[in-house]
Structures are given as structure tokens and as C-alpha cells.
């Protein structure tokens, strides 16, 4: 299994890396098979599917008919490493290599990769809270603040703490942030780290006498 989420009370859509299928709560059967390929995400969205594949993205309709989203932008045609709803009806996709795409009304409305402030276009998971994104990439955290339509990145990294920089899952309560890397689990509470981070010193050589 690689990604379950919620379709209703009643209903859930699993990824596995063989298809997706539409589960039965009560009694945890099958009930309908959504897509016939390895899936990386799965997501389920206003009577839509979102197939995250190691190839792109696809928006599946009840009816099984099907568009391939990395036709509208190159981001999309990239391994899709997690997929969330913001308040606004916004899906906001991470990619393995490509940043963070922003899709709504059958439309990429904005590509937040390296060159926008993110610490790695490398992008492993995605938690919505409220108006910010939390991202966890392989160097580290990036808070991506929307206030507005104006992104902000603030980030924290091993210099601010962290055991390890390779962010693999996100979860965001209050103003604490639990953080799974390899090094285990952390968290800490946002409010009581600076953002102004020390110098970050990157040794070029080494001379002697």
C-alpha cells in the first residue's frame, strides 16, 4: 500500500503499487477498481480521483475516463510524491524533482520550485494548515505562507535542530511540528525557534602553512 485517503464516511481510495481501488468501511471490501497501474498518491477530490504515478498525475472521473495533468504543465509529468486540499479548494502536488504545483479549476495556477525560495525541488510530503504549506523535502522544512497570493518561505533545517534534513512525513497541531526523518521522530514548537538563521558556512578548501 502506498497511499490511503479518505472519499467519505463510507468510503476510502487505496493506492497500492499494483492499482487503486475504492474500499467499504464497514466491511473493508472492494468495491471498484479506480486505476489498473502502480500508484504513488492517491487523492479524492468534488467526484474526482487524482492518481499520482511514477509518470505524472491523472484525474480520474467516476466514470473512469481519465486526463493526464502533466499535459498542462512539465511538473506534472514527474513522480508525484503527495497530494492536499487547501481551504480554498486549491490541490497543491508535490513532485520528486519538480517543486510544488498548485492546480485548481482544471488549471496550474502556480509552480513553487528552487529558484521561487524552496530548499530542494526534491519534494517528499505536504501538510496543510490553515494558509500555510508545510513541505518536507530532502533539505529540510519550508513553510510556504499564501497570505494574500504572496508566498513567503521560511525554512528549518539541521542548523536550526532538526536530526536530519531528508523530511519524510509532516504533521502540524497548534504551533507544534512533528517531523518523521530517518533519524526518527521530532517535533518542536515553531514559536520558539529564531528566523533568522546563522551564518550557513560552506567549507571550499583547506589550506595548511
Given at each position: 500500500?502506498?497511499?490511503?485517503?479518505?472519499?467519505?464516511?463510507?468510503?476510502?481510495?487505496?493506492?497500492?503499487?499494483?492499482?487503486?481501488?475504492?474500499?467499504?468501511?464497514?466491511?473493508?471490501?472492494?468495491?471498484?477498481?479506480?486505476?489498473?497501474?502502480?500508484?504513488?498518491?492517491?487523492?479524492?477530490?468534488?467526484?474526482?480521483?487524482?492518481?499520482?504515478?511514477?509518470?505524472?498525475?491523472?484525474?480520474?472521473?467516476?466514470?473512469?475516463?481519465?486526463?493526464?495533468?502533466?499535459?498542462?504543465?512539465?511538473?506534472?509529468?514527474?513522480?508525484?510524491?503527495?497530494?492536499?486540499?487547501?481551504?480554498?479548494?486549491?490541490?497543491?502536488?508535490?513532485?520528486?524533482?519538480?517543486?510544488?504545483?498548485?492546480?485548481?479549476?482544471?488549471?496550474?495556477?502556480?509552480?513553487?520550485?528552487?529558484?521561487?525560495?524552496?530548499?530542494?525541488?526534491?519534494?517528499?510530503?505536504?501538510?496543510?494548515?490553515?494558509?500555510?504549506?508545510?513541505?518536507?523535502?530532502?533539505?529540510?522544512?519550508?513553510?510556504?505562507?499564501?497570505?494574500?497570493?504572496?508566498?513567503?518561505?521560511?525554512?528549518?533545517?539541521?542548523?536550526?535542530?532538526?536530526?536530519?534534513?531528508?523530511?519524510?512525513?509532516?504533521?502540524?497541531?497548534?504551533?507544534i511540528v512533528w517531523v518523521?526523518?530517518?533519524?526518527?521522530?521530532?517535533?518542536?514548537?515553531?514559536?520558539?525557534?529564531?528566523?533568522?538563521?546563522?551564518?550557513?558556512?560552506?567549507?571550499l578548501g583547506i589550506y595548511?602553512?
Amino acid at each position: 500500500v502506498k497511499s490511503v485517503e479518505k472519499i467519505n464516511n463510507d468510503f476510502i481510495i487505496v493506492g497500492t503499487s499494483f492499482y487503486a481501488f475504492k474500499m467499504r468501511l464497514k466491511d473493508l471490501q472492494i468495491v471498484d477498481t479506480i486505476w489498473r497501474e502502480r500508484c504513488t498518491k492517491v487523492f479524492y477530490q468534488n467526484n474526482k480521483y487524482y492518481i499520482g504515478t511514477l509518470t505524472g498525475l491523472y484525474e480520474v472521473r467516476e466514470d473512469k475516463t481519465y486526463t493526464y495533468l502533466g499535459d498542462l504543465h512539465p511538473a506534472l509529468g514527474r513522480r508525484i510524491t503527495d497530494i492536499k486540499s487547501a481551504p480554498d479548494g486549491t490541490i497543491w502536488i508535490t513532485t520528486s524533482d519538480n517543486g510544488i504545483v498548485a492546480y485548481k479549476n482544471n488549471k496550474v495556477i502556480k509552480v513553487i520550485t528552487y529558484d521561487d525560495g524552496l530548499s530542494s525541488n526534491i519534494c517528499k510530503t505536504l501538510f496543510i494548515k490553515g494558509e500555510a504549506l508545510w513541505v518536507g523535502t530532502d533539505k529540510g522544512i519550508n513553510k510556504i505562507n499564501t497570505n494574500n497570493g504572496k508566498f513567503s518561505i521560511i525554512k528549518y533545517s539541521t542548523s536550526d535542530g532538526l536530526p536530519s534534513n531528508t523530511i519524510n512525513a509532516l504533521y502540524v497541531k497548534d504551533s507544534i511540528v512533528w517531523v518523521g526523518s530517518p533519524a526518527g521522530l521530532t517535533y518542536f514548537n515553531e514559536n520558539s525557534i529564531s528566523n533568522s538563521s546563522i551564518c550557513n558556512l560552506q567549507m571550499l578548501g583547506i589550506y595548511v602553512s
